[in-house]
């Protein structure tokens, strides 16, 4: 079974500048979550779709905004960058078990603002 | 505010020589705690959910417990090959479909041949 895909793989952008991710969940799973990493730290929560629905948004200015497709696929949209959006861009694909949301990541987006 | 606390930050072993990874944790109401391992430039990759205090699960050479405030792993007998970051997260039971993770920032381990 393919896991969760992102695209791009790499991406350099200018500040001001506007971009777009994607991301394709695992089959069957409904939930797809946006996260940013910067170099050292850990993954830092920026969006949650379920359903198509924005079930939780984190601490990110409103540049950032995001979408989920009929086909439960997701854009994360960034705009005006600035030299802070370098980053890891990880999507999150999430299955419930009894009694978690287990969460798959995708191998990311390296997103690098000049 | 959920936090999680990783220690320690770097950890370099010998082939075969076992530690341990703790991950402090303060969350409302936890629905679960999530171990991933990441290599550099990549997502992280699913590892172990821990539901309840006591509770133990294993993995090749790796072995997650969790007490009310806090995780362990433990590395039996290390490879170089278990080198990579180890991740802690934690996600609070909150309403149908919510299901954000709370990460630390990790703990890089280094085993050496």
């Known amino acids: 079974d393919a896991g969760v895909t992102q695209s791009p793989t790499h991406l350099i952008k200018t500040r001001g500048q506007h971009v777009t991710l994607r991301c394709s969940p695992i089959s069957g799973h409904k939930s797809v979550s946006w996260y940013q990493q910067v170099l050292g730290q850990g993954p830092q929560f920026i969006f949650q779709y379920y359903e198509k629905e924005e079930r939780g948004r984190g601490n990110f200015p409103d540049r950032f905004s995001a979408r989920q497709f009929p086909n439960y696929s997701s854009e994360l949209n960034v705009n005006a960058l600035l030299l802070g959006d370098s980053a890891l861009y990880l999507c999150?694909?999430?299955?419930?078990?009894?009694?978690?949301?287990?969460?798959?990541f995708g191998p990311g987006t390296r997103l690098t603002v000049t | 505010e959920d936090q999680v606390t990783q220690s320690p930050e770097a950890l370099r072993l010998q082939e075969g020589e076992s530690s341990s990874l703790n991950c402090s944790y303060t969350v409302s109401g936890l629905r679960g705690l999530f171990w991933y391992r990441q290599d550099p430039g990549k997502g992280p990759e699913f590892l172990f959910t821990?539901?309840?205090a006591g509770e133990e699960k294993e993995k090749e050479r790796l072995k997650a417990t969790l007490t009310k405030k806090e995780s362990f792993l433990h590395i039996t007998a290390p490879k170089p090959e278990d080198s990579a970051t180890y991740l802690c997260a934690v996600q609070r039971r909150r309403h149908s479909g919510y299901s954000t993770l709370t990460f630390g920032k990790g703990t890089m381990l280094l085993v050496s041949p």
């Open positions: 821990l539901y309840s």
């Open positions: 999150a694909s999430s299955l419930y078990t009894s009694r978690a949301y287990e969460q798959y």
